[in-house]
């Protein structure tokens, strides 16, 4: 498959600090790929300086065969990319429906937006009976969907997931997952960052392993479970 996106010896400082330390990946269209590691590792500064919330102080990031590195998060996001951040950042005031709403406001494409409407409310069916309800009144996992949701309406053919499951009850975490691997089926690809390392390993197709800031080790999702440096690191033993 094509490459999607390229990351080359991107780096991000804050101050004094440097968070990324010349990271290289790639995705393929249609891929699940994740990047895992502890926390300060760099996840979130990756997914930050992709999008464009932050710029990195020196490499390079193409997508979609374009060079949009230092460029202007809403000229990425016409790109076709939808950057779903730690927290999930919704309008809580506003009710679900008016939040799925809001996201379609740059789409011209009025029937598809109808018809994406209508998936996101099959992918995720408490959305659809909450529709009505203020944003901040949903519960974490509710909030979640909510915030997936609401970059499909974006109409992006990729998404940027910043730890979906944080906060979450296993119930949950597993429904979100299963959600991810439908959207994924559908066409989507999907750039995953996670802090739990199984979840995130059994879903992707691949994955890299972010410590202080430097890609430690990548391959094979499937491969990595089974490796036993990441089996003691980062998926306790087991």
Do not use: C, W
Request: net charge neutral.
């Amino acid at each position: 498959m094509p490459k999607i996106m390229e990351v080359e010896n991107l780096e991000v400082v804050y101050g004094v600090i440097k968070a990324l330390q010349g990271i290289s990946f790639y995705i393929e269209e249609g891929e699940i790929v994740t990047i895992i590691g502890a926390n300060g590792a760099g996840k979130s500064s990756t997914l930050r300086a992709i999008s464009g919330m932050v710029h990195p102080s020196s490499g390079k990031i193409r997508f979609k065969n374009k060079d949009v590195t230092n460029s202007p998060s809403h000229m990425i996001a016409r790109q076709g990319l939808s950057h779903v951040p730690e927290g999930r950042g919704m309008l809580t005031k506003l009710t679900v429906e008016e939040n799925l709403i809001l996201a379609t406001y740059n789409r011209k494409d009025h029937d598809q937006v109808k018809k994406d409407m209508e998936d996101v409310y099959k992918q995720f069916p408490r959305l659809a009976e909450r529709k009505k309800q203020a944003a901040g009144s949903l519960s974490g996992g509710e909030q979640q969907m909510l915030a997936i949701g609401r970059a499909l309406m974006t109409g992006a053919d990729t998404l940027l997931l910043d730890e979906p499951s944080m906060g979450l009850a296993p119930l949950i975490v597993t429904e979100i997952f299963a959600v991810i691997k439908r959207i994924n089926h559908s066409g989507k690809t999907i750039l995953l960052v996670e802090q739990n390392a199984m979840t995130a390993l059994s879903t992707a197709h691949r994955a890299y392993i972010l410590e202080n800031g430097v890609v430690l080790k990548s391959g094979k999702a499937s491969d990595l479970i089974s490796d036993p440096e990441v089996k003691a690191a980062y998926l306790g033993g087991h």
